[in-house]
Each structure stands twice: as structure tokens, then as C-alpha cells.
């Protein structure tokens, strides 16, 4: 096993349930948990090997689901943290779903009915590229496009956010009770990396199609999404269903700390595959045999 892997600790990045989180007490940069680029290749691909053994087993077994949600500001890094840790495990086995604003019918339902839809099965690792916490978060910055979903904005208080902060909160203690394992990732990116990759997005043709004006416009709003994630951090962690704070400056560094803590999740679930009963191994010889004719 590669370098500093045993080094990395779960519990640091884990937000407590019933804790108060500010953001300024968590870091965005940490000392890199990889010794060097060929450590970090050595790493990853350890764990993508053991997540891809381990997924194979969840899927045999088909008696838990495992939910992944991806939450950050813009050019945290999402979609590389997810194909890089998913690139080795099967297909048939997992399913990515992006979420963007939600139009037509989706605004005719309930904030959570879009996402519901899309919870894993048994057997399944499901990933949410953003997810229901949008409408806590986006909607909390900008509370006028609650009118598209029949809300008033001005009756938008601290009783609705609680009241949305339970709902969701509900949800995944359901989930847990019934074998769906959630596990929550908040990519931290600084003010100013996210400044540096905006400008490699313009410099760099191949990186073009990534930026658009709506990124410049929501970075006005940084400190206002800080606050919004401060308080839904802070009210839907839960030992259940917790969230994890992954410094994000370093892309190489979060990737490896969300695989390790994935990881952890699947390991503690002690998967095995099915056991063969005696009499489906009589019968399976009986077919050999019949093969072998």
C-alpha cells in the first residue's frame, strides 16, 4: 500500500452531528496526503482496485445501496473527483446523475421528488452531482426563484429553512434505516484557487466550454453560499448521514480523501458474496455435468 494512505483520518474531516459549522475553521488546503505524482498515481489506483472489488461484492450481494452526494462551489472539482475515483468500477453497477435547475414538471413537485427518483437501488452505488441540497442552498442565495415553486419569497424566514433542513433530514435517516448508506462530500475551495481555475478555463481552449458569465455572476455571491452551506452543514449532518468538510485547493488530495472514506463505508459493511447453499451446489453439478456431455 502506498505512502501516507494509513495516514489519512476520517474523523478530521466528519462533521459532528449538532455542531455549528464556520467554514473559516475548516481548511481548504492541507498538507498533501501523497508524498509525490507517482505516490498519488500509486494510491489512487490502490484504492480504485479495492473500491472496484468491494462495489462488485455490494452488487452481488444486493442487500445495501450506497449514496455519494457532491456538494461545492463552482470549480471545486466534482466531476474529476467522481471520474476518477468511479473510473474502475462496473457500469452495470453504478450511476451517475447531475442536477442542474430544476424546469417543468420537476417544479410542479416537491423539492425532493426530482432526486427521489433517482435513489440507488439494492445492490447500487448512486452519485448525486449536486442533489436536493441545491434547494437550500442556490434558493437560499437567490429566494425569488422560489416562486417558481409556488412560494412566496418574502415568507421565505428561518421557519421555512428549518422546516426544508428537516424534511431532507427525514429523508436520510429513512434511507439509512432501510440500507441506503449516505455519505455527503463538500469540496472547501478558496476565493482565490477558484479565481486561478476560472482563469484556466479562459487560457486554456480545451477548458473553454467550462466557463460561462453565470460563473462570474455567482462568484459575486461567495459569501452569501458560505453562510448557506455554514447552516445546512451545521443542521443535516448526522451520524448516519454525514458530511465531510474535503479540503479542495489540492485536487490530487481531495480525491484520495474522499476514495479513503468511501472506502472506509463499504469496508465497515463487511461485504461478502452470496453464500452457495448445499443443495444450489448439487444442482450446479448436476448442470455441469449435463455441460460436460
Known amino acids: 500500500m502506498a505512502g501516507k494512505n494509513q495516514?489519512?483520518?476520517?474523523?478530521?474531516?466528519?462533521?459532528?452531528?449538532?455542531?455549528?459549522?464556520?467554514?473559516?475553521?475548516?481548511?481548504?488546503?492541507?498538507?498533501?496526503?501523497?508524498?509525490?505524482?507517482?505516490?498519488?498515481?500509486?494510491?489512487?489506483?490502490?484504492?480504485?482496485?479495492?473500491?472496484?472489488?468491494?462495489?462488485?461484492?455490494?452488487?452481488?450481494?444486493n442487500r445495501d445501496a450506497l449514496l455519494l452526494i457532491f456538494q461545492a462551489m463552482d470549480a471545486a472539482g466534482k466531476d474529476g473527483t467522481i471520474r476518477h475515483i468511479m473510473s474502475g468500477v462496473n457500469p452495470q453497477g453504478c450511476r451517475v446523475t447531475p442536477f442542474k435547475h430544476p424546469g417543468g414538471v420537476e417544479l410542479e413537485h416537491?423539492?425532493?421528488?426530482?432526486?427521489?427518483?433517482?435513489?440507488?437501488?439494492?445492490?447500487?452505488i448512486g452519485i448525486f452531482n449536486r442533489s436536493y441540497y441545491e434547494s437550500v442552498l442556490i434558493l437560499r442565495v437567490h429566494p425569488r426563484l422560489l416562486e417558481a415553486?409556488?412560494?412566496?419569497?418574502?415568507?421565505?424566514?428561518g421557519a421555512f429553512w428549518r422546516a426544508r433542513y428537516r424534511s431532507i433530514s427525514d429523508l436520510e435517516q429513512h434511507l439509512a434505516a432501510n440500507n441506503v448508506h449516505v455519505l455527503k462530500f463538500f469540496l472547501h475551495l478558496s476565493k482565490e484557487e477558484q479565481r486561478q481555475r476560472f482563469l484556466a478555463r479562459i487560457d486554456e481552449p480545451e477548458k473553454n466550454w467550462k466557463f460561462s458569465q453565470a460563473d462570474i455572476e455567482e462568484r459575486g455571491f461567495w459569501d452569501d453560499y458560505r453562510k448557506a452551506y455554514e447552516k445546512c452543514l451545521s443542521a443535516t449532518s448526522a451520524r448516519r448521514a454525514p458530511w465531510f468538510v474535503v479540503p479542495a485547493d489540492d485536487k490530487l488530495s481531495?480525491?484520495?480523501?474522499?476514495?479513503?472514506?468511501?472506502?472506509?463505508?463499504?469496508?465497515?459493511?463487511k461485504l461478502r458474496l452470496p453464500e452457495v447453499s448445499e443443495d444450489r451446489r448439487k444442482e450446479l453439478k448436476a448442470i455441469r455435468a449435463q455441460l460436460s456431455v
Open 7 to 61: 495516514g489519512i483520518d476520517a474523523g478530521k474531516f466528519q462533521v459532528e452531528e449538532g455542531s455549528k459549522v464556520d467554514l473559516n475553521d475548516w481548511p481548504t488546503r492541507i498538507d498533501p496526503v501523497y508524498s509525490s505524482k507517482a505516490d498519488y498515481r500509486a494510491m489512487l489506483a490502490d484504492h480504485v482496485g479495492r473500491l472496484s472489488d468491494l462495489q462488485h461484492k455490494l452488487y452481488a450481494r
Open 110 to 124: 416537491d423539492f425532493l421528488w426530482r432526486t427521489t427518483r433517482e435513489l440507488p437501488e439494492r445492490g447500487m
Open 149 to 157: 415553486e409556488g412560494f412566496d419569497p418574502e415568507k421565505a424566514d
Open 254 to 269: 481531495a480525491r484520495l480523501i474522499v476514495s479513503h472514506l468511501i472506502l472506509k463505508k463499504l469496508e465497515s459493511l
